[in-house]
């Protein structure tokens, strides 16, 4: 039993009868308990968690709105310098044509470029009302649409890069509605640590109320396909500064952000102009 008694920890030798620990094995022991990931009633874990019920589904089904099975697109191009205007003409001439065609079950919802951000950019938002299969039936109608397919060979020449994102609405937010301008509006993108996205929602579901007011509060989105764990608020900045002000004197909001920051990655905001075709002018 000798070699085996060598090898034994301090809490068995204690147990078995044998000298008690030293001084420096306790502290060590209770500041491995006091930090443990169990011990979640712990201040240390209160500052960076909060905790919410587990759940089974997927975060896409307890977070967008029941009575919808609209989808979302968004756009981001990055043109190059020289042909923004030009890029911006042919976007007016061509969008709005498939906005008002019945036939295509898709929508614009808004048009902008980037003013402050990312230089020399149009972002486009679209809506497909019916999901997934909306947006397969408007695919397959635009491979035959001949306007269409010259209209994307002229914009390649003009675009360095694009890139989009497939999205859900939140189910607390307002649905984009068109807005007569001029308005400024404001593009802020989080992206959210993996598996944080019910958290993030539990935590705006309660505080977009303060955020709402003066019509400031146009859209919530996540993302679907594309790069995931992305959130989109977009935001009308005619009456933000005087609605963010009013919202921190108000309780509940201050909460909201102390849970929400930790859960963030990465943020990014821009400030965007309408095109003239956007319905959110």
């Known amino acids: 039993m000798a070699p085996r008694l060598c090898s034994i920890s301090v809490t068995a030798r204690r147990l078995l ?16 308990r006091f930090y443990s990931k169990d011990n979640e009633g712990s201040w240390f874990r209160s500052l960076f968690v909060h905790k919410v019920d587990p759940r089974k589904d997927a975060h896409s089904t307890l977070l967008s709105k029941k009575e919808t099975s609209n989808l979302y697109k968004i756009q981001f191009h990055n043109v190059k310098p020289e042909y923004l205007d030009a890029y911006n003409s042919l976007t007016e001439a061509v969008l709005p044509k498939l906005h008002l065609d019945e036939d295509y079950p898709c929508s614009l919802v808004g048009n902008w470029n ?31 649409n001949k306007e269409y ?20 609405e939140f189910s607390f937010w307002n649905e984009p509605q068109p807005r007569m301008g001029p308005n400024i509006y404001e593009l802020r993108t989080y992206k959210l640590k993996p598996g944080t996205m019910i958290e993030w929602g539990n ?20 993302s679907q396909i594309g790069e995931l764990y992305v959130v989109h608020h977009l935001w009308d900045l005619q009456s933000r500064e005087e609605t963010r002000n009013a919202a921190w004197r108000k309780r ?26 956007s319905p959110l002018q």
């Open 252 to 277: 509940g909001w201050d909460e909201n952000v102390y849970y929400t920051v930790p859960l963030v990655r990465h943020m990014e905001s821009r400030i965007m102009i309408p095109l003239k075709i």
């Open 149 to 168: 397919l010259e209209f994307r060979r002229e914009r390649s020449q003009m675009l360095l890069s694009r890139r989009n994102q497939l999205l859900l």
């Open 203 to 222: 935590n705006w579901a309660r505080a977009i109320k303060y955020r709402q007011e003066n019509q400031e509060a146009v859209g919530g989105f996540f």
């Open 114 to 144: 980037t003013w402050y951000g990312e230089q020399d950019q149009a972002v486009h938002l679209w809506r497909f009302s019916g999901g997934y299969p909306a947006l397969m039936d408007c695919m397959n109608k635009l491979k035959n």
């Open 17 to 32: 009868g044998g000298p008690g620990p030293r001084a420096g094995d306790v502290a060590s022991a209770a500041a491995a």
